[in-house]
Structures are given as structure tokens and as C-alpha cells.
């Protein structure tokens, strides 16, 4: 299934709405605590002499980081906007930036049939796409890793939606970051748990290792305690 073009029209004007200033997104979190983190999680399983595919990239800073451990790196986002603001981050040139809707398999193929086969990276994609969507984003995984590719994924647990609920109950309701998230009607956390292996192996693509860690965020509490969110991880690959 194709993603409706409202949700594709939210994430163009989530984009276009947010500045370019590091951690302006509430994912958007330093490279260290994240991909950096995350690389060690899939090193056993990668060849790093394949490319990687960062899928969902936003504004980049994950992509910027996996471009000093791969040959080549690819960021890639629904959103023209993300991409824009990705090119204008990476101002050194270390990684390529393209406009990529996941639940094009055609697309997928032609970046696929370019590139060879390639490491991915996901980070928090799936909870946030249409539930009909979701099959899709998996396959593309699946597809871009071909025979020899591994990917590293990671998706808040569905405990994260208290977590989000409890930060949005201040005063003041929701801190401004995830207060633009809402506003413009997307929804973080949206996905059960179990659903989210059982699409990789659905697809005939077995888990090779797996456990959970915090999704680190950019906004903090009323109280100024930074907002993590529980997720779950998995190495995958044929």
C-alpha cells in the first residue's frame, strides 16, 4: 500500500515547519546517542564494506555518522522537506541525500539495483507510518539488504506511550517538540510490539540478535528530565 497523501503532506509540513537548528526535531538526537550507540549492536553482523541506507533519514545526523564506518551512505526520506534539511546539514559532503517513499517497491528496486545490496538502518520509522503502510517499510528493508546486507532497526516498545502521555500532562500540556508532532496529526509509539519482528519474518528475514534500549529524544519534562523512550532493537538478515 501507497502512504495516503495526508500523511505525506504531515511530514512535509512537519519539515518545512521545523528550523534548521540541531535537535529542532524531537528524534533529532546527537549522533553518539544514537546511531554511534547502535553501531556497536550491529558490528558483528555487518560487512562494512557494503553501503549503507539510512531509511527515514530526516534531517541526516544519523546518516553523517554511519558515513564514517561504510564506503558509502544514503539517507533517504518520504519528505522532500527532510532531504532539504538534510543536504544543508551536511555541509562536509559526507553522505547523499534522496527523496524515497519506502511503500514504492519499484522505487526501492531501482535504489537497490544501483547500489547492490546494503547495510540499513531504521530508526523509529515504522510506529510512525500508516498501520496498512507498515508491511511495506519491512519489505523495503528486506529489499535493500538483498543476500548479503544486515539491518539494524529499532521501535519504541508501546510503553512509550505512557512515557509520552505523562510528559504531555504538565500544565502547560504538551513541551513544544512533541507538541508539533501532534499538531500536525502525526502519532509516535503507534505500533504493537510483537507486529514489529513479525514483519521482518514474515518476510522470510530472521532476527539474528535482539534486546531493548532507550530511543533517545531531544525534549525534555516541566521537571527538565529529557524524554527516552523504551524500544526495542534488532539485528536482521538473511
Known sequence: MDVS???RESWESYWRDTSDAPGAAIFDCAAELAAGRHLTLLAPFADASLPVVDLG????????????????????DLAEAAVAHARRADTGGTARFEQLNATDQDAVRRLHERIGDANVYLRAVIHQS????????AAAVAALLGDRGRAFVVEPLSRAKQVLAHAS?????PPPKLASIFAHGLTPADADDATIPGFFRDLGLPVLASGEIDL????????????DLPAQWLDLGR
Open 130 to 137: 500508516e498501520p496498512d503502510a507498515r508491511p511495506a517499510v
Open 169 to 173: 500532562q504538565g500544565a502547560d500540556g
Open 57 to 76: 533519514c530526516g534531517t541526516g545526523t544519523q546518516t553523517r555518522c554511519l558515513a564514517r564506518h561504510f564506503p558509502r551512505a544514503i539517507g533517504v
Open 216 to 227: 533517545v529524544m531531544t525534549e525534555n519534562r516541566a521537571d527538565g528530565e529529557r524524554i
Open 5 to 7: 497523501e495526508r500523511y
